[in-house]
């Protein structure tokens, strides 16, 4: 049988051999913890990809993080969230997988794979998001997600909030001003909507999401010549993450047909 210090031993030699990231820019202060430097950096590029929607580049990414470092918690979970809509049992099988290094993890992370279990289980996740946004501001995956989260819960008031903070702190944070437009276009504030993604395309012009959601903004006016224009250049951009943006192209041109 085990003691209490056997457990104590163990758990400490855990601890002892994780590496912390704090050097990225999209994770801020916010610990993530691995075995390996390189999974870790393959997590934060992974991380700021998703945030870019090039969802295929990220998860290459997050699985070479994976396989460099197979217990890596926290990219276990972050790939089961990116994964619980379109397969919850791939989702479900990955937290377990994090779950089990639940008690060598720090505690934000804990709370982080709380979340992700509160997510892909369908109960309330919001509360653990709001208490990391809250104690690492400067995090901007967190921040992003939690705003994500208020504009799917249909908390456009909390969601505005939390996207001011996170521009307060940094301005130039690209994604911010995309979901802005998202926000706008709701609101029906086709000018405030126009001004974000033009702001979204100013600050990342090498991106193709950007030209993917400036193309929806010309689609909600009617104007869709430009539409089809902004969806071609995000699909020749990046064929691979942006095959929806062909789709929706195709989609313009036929409006644009059919209003002639």
């Known amino acids: 049988m085990k003691t209490i210090s056997n ?5 400490l030699i855990c601890c002892t051999t994780m590496v912390i990231a704090q050097e990225s820019t999209i994770m801020g202060s916010f610990p993530v913890t691995s075995r390996s430097q390189l ?8 991380a700021e990809k998703y945030l870019n929607l090039q969802y295929i580049d990220s998860e290459k990414l997050f699985n070479e993080a994976i396989a460099e470092d197979p217990e890596f918690a926290v990219a276990l979970a972050t790939k089961a969230w990116t994964t619980y809509s379109k397969d919850t049992l791939k989702a479900k099988a990955l937290m377990s997988r994090a779950n089990v290094r639940y008690y060598a993890l720090t505690y934000p992370e804990q709370t982080y794979l709380e979340g992700i279990n509160a997510l892909i289980h369908k109960r309330h996740a919001l509360p653990y998001f709001e208490i990391l946004a809250e104690k690492y501001p400067d995090c901007e995956f967190l921040n992003a997600a939690l705003a994500n989260l208020y504009f799917k819960a249909g908390n456009e008031e909390k969601m505005y ?5 996170i521009l307060d702190k ?3 944070f690209a994604w911010a001003y995309n979901l802005k437009g998202y926000y706008y276009m709701q609101q029906e504030d086709f000018e405030s909507a126009r001004l974000a993604f ?4 100013e600050l990342a012009p090498e991106l193709a999401n950007p030209y993917d959601s400036k193309g929806d903004y010309f689609m909600a006016v009617k104007k ?3 539409a089809r224009e902004h969806f071609t250049k995000a699909y020749e951009m990046d064929p691979l993450n942006f095959q929806f943006s062909q789709t929706k192209a195709i989609e313009a041109e036929e409006a644009l047909a059919s209003n002639y």
Do not use: G, I, V
């Not at 909030?161 to 903070?165: E, G, M, N, V």
């Open 198 to 201: 033009d702001k979204y395309l």
């Open 161 to 165: 909030a939390t996207l001011s903070a």
């Open 170 to 172: 940094n301005e130039s």
């Open 224 to 226: 869709f010549d430009k």
């Open 7 to 11: 457990y104590l031993t163990l758990f």
């Open 39 to 46: 999974a870790l950096d393959k997590y934060n590029e992974a």
